[in-house]
């Protein structure tokens, strides 16, 4: 049995721009998922839990994956197998073992679909433990490769590589197109809220490429986030979080401009502002899930935890390890 860790994340700046080439920053955070693989002689045996925060456990046994019968949107829990299928494939594809059989148990304390990279996280954690149960061991640049192309396959052509590097470096990264790097970053004191919704990734990068191919002034909208990346990424130092919160404050504007935020989103947004927060945006697609803000007094985290709007607010601390092997 081969057991492996790897983070979620938040976007400090840039997430939708990145889509179009343009740099983002994302920022592991100390939220994980674990993923547990015994290889078996044939077929597929998936044990899911805490897959929300609110939690559900999927359980299934066959040789095909079928619809598991747990309280949580259909759409989610297909994304969930989706993503554990193709990185299962991705592992014997590496090992070229086509017809090993695996039972996988997953477990994750970061929320599905809210824009945390929940579903990086599984698939970075099930090639790494897949590929070490097989007896190969990948390089990091490889299963950050084939961790993209499993979130391109799943999400049918739409993902850049910023949530599948970032789970497997750790720490903050920096994405524009194929150009992928670790960079140094001070620890920010993110704060998360979580409306307990979830945003649909596919159609809301599909609906700002039509308002990107409509109007000219989303296409600038596009550009200027990714000058305020280009900006703050420039400013990733510990005594710079005012700056870094004021550029955050403006991404999370121009992504609603794009139409991406969310009343929910908002209204947690202007809770951490209000309690005196250096910035705060949504962090991933958008829609619904979450949002994140700097504080590193309790303020925040108590607006949030009175905002009607918040299912549940957590710290999260930037985390340094990316994919990790758990002996
Ligand atoms: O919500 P998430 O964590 O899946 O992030 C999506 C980020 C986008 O930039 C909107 C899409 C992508 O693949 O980069």
């Not at 179009?20 to 920022?27: K, L, R, S």
């Not at 839990?49 to 939690?55: A, F, I, N, P, R």
């Not at 990734?201 to 990107?212: F, I, K, S, W, Y």
């Not at 990346?229 to 609603?256: K, P």
Request: charged fraction near 20%; hydrophobic fraction near 40%.
């Amino acid at each position: 049995m081969a057991t492996s860790t790897a983070p979620g994340k938040v976007y400090l700046f840039g997430e939708h721009a990145v889509v179009y080439g343009e740099p983002a920053v994302p920022c592991a955070v100390q939220r994980r998922a674990e993923v547990s693989v015994k290889e078996r002689s044939s077929g597929l045996r998936v044990q899911a839990g805490d897959l929300t925060l609110s939690g559900f456990a999927v359980e299934y046994d066959g040789a095909e994956l079928s619809r598991p019968d747990v309280d949580a949107p259909d759409a989610l829990v297909d994304a969930a197998l989706g993503y554990l299928n193709e990185a299962l494939a991705q592992a014997r594809d590496a090992a070229n073992a086509p017809r090993a059989g695996f039972d996988v148990v997953v477990n994750s304390d970061i929320p599905l679909g809210a824009g945390l990279g929940s579903s990086a996280a599984v698939t970075v954690a099930a090639i790494d433990a897949a590929t070490r149960s097989l007896g190969i061991e990948l390089d990091r640049t490889e299963l950050a490769e084939r961790a993209y192309q499993v979130e391109s396959a799943v999400q049918g052509g739409q993902a850049s590589r910023a949530d599948t590097f970032c789970s497997t470096m750790g720490g903050a990264v920096r994405v524009e197109g194929e150009d992928c790097q670790t960079i140094d970053a001070p620890d920010l004191p993110f704060v998360i809220g979580y409306d307990g919704n979830t945003g649909d990734t596919g159609a809301l990068v599909a609906d700002v490429r039509n308002l990107r191919n409509n109007y000219a002034f989303a296409a600038d909208t596009i550009s200027a986030i990714g000058d305020l990346v280009r900006r703050g990424e420039r400013r990733l130092t510990s005594d710079a979080q005012a700056e870094l919160g004021r550029l955050m404050n403006f991404n999370h504007g121009l992504l609603s401009a794009l139409g991406v935020s969310a009343r929910s989103l908002d209204a947690m947004v202007w809770a951490a502002r209000n309690a005196g927060a250096s910035g705060a945006k949504l962090t991933g697609a958008g829609g619904g899930g979450c949002v994140v803000a700097l504080d590193e007094t309790d303020e925040t985290l108590t607006a949030l935890n009175y905002t009607p709007e918040c299912e549940t607010a957590f710290r999260a601390a930037l985390d340094t390890v990316g994919v990790q092997e758990n002996s």
